[in-house]
């Protein structure tokens, strides 16, 4: 018992308990921002930046952990005495949490943190072949996500999340188009956006025909 303790009184035991304690509270941080993010009161856009950005603390420590039991696997992986079978099991799990680990780190952690510059100044696009696009939810076909869809100078894609409300709008002018112009016309938009997470802040859209004039 005293050597098991003697083992957290030395210099690397404090330090590894001391990154430990950190860890935790670092953790307990990420859980109350991330319970503030729906709590507190905000409009479809800044609760869409909130979950975003206010969540990189918990993706951020749900990484370290992932990361901590993808070490432990890949390590027990090579303990003497264990099987192939259970040598080859382990391994794939290693295989299979640092998958979703890259992933996480990517889309909930890296993602966010390049568009922390674009909240002061968002990046400009102007697209083409605009589309108001709804996809229903699996198990009904009320409720769903609505996007705003649309291509790019260079002919990339870009699809924005955005509220019912606007969808119905912006549906509703589009249908109204293609009846004005018999389906020969252009949709065109111009939006303020951060680039890597997909949020849409500011947009306008109008139609033009293909002789270049708005009904």
Known sequence: MKKALSKFTTAPGIAAGA??????????????????????????IEREIRETFWSIPFFLCMCIFLGIAMCCMF?????????AGHR???VLLSLLIA??????????????????P?????AVLLLDDVRFDWEPDSESNSGGSHYLVGYDAQGERHRFFITEEVY???????????????GNFNMQAQVRCLPHTNILLEWEYWVEDPAGNSP
């Open 88 to 90: 080859l099991k382990n």
């Open 19 to 44: 990154i430990i304690v950190l860890i935790l509270l670092f953790f307990l941080v990420s859980i109350l921002l991330l319970i503030l993010t729906f709590v507190l009161p905000a409009d479809a």
């Open 168 to 182: 119905s709008q912006g549906h509703r002018d589009w249908e109204i188009a293609y009846q004005d112009y018999h």
């Open 118 to 122: 674009y909240l002061k100044s968002p």
């Open 75 to 83: 390590a027990s992986a090579f303990q003497r005495g264990i099987t």
């Open 99 to 116: 998958g979703i680990l890259a992933l996480s780190l990517w889309f909930s952690v890296i993602n966010p943190i390049r568009d922390l």
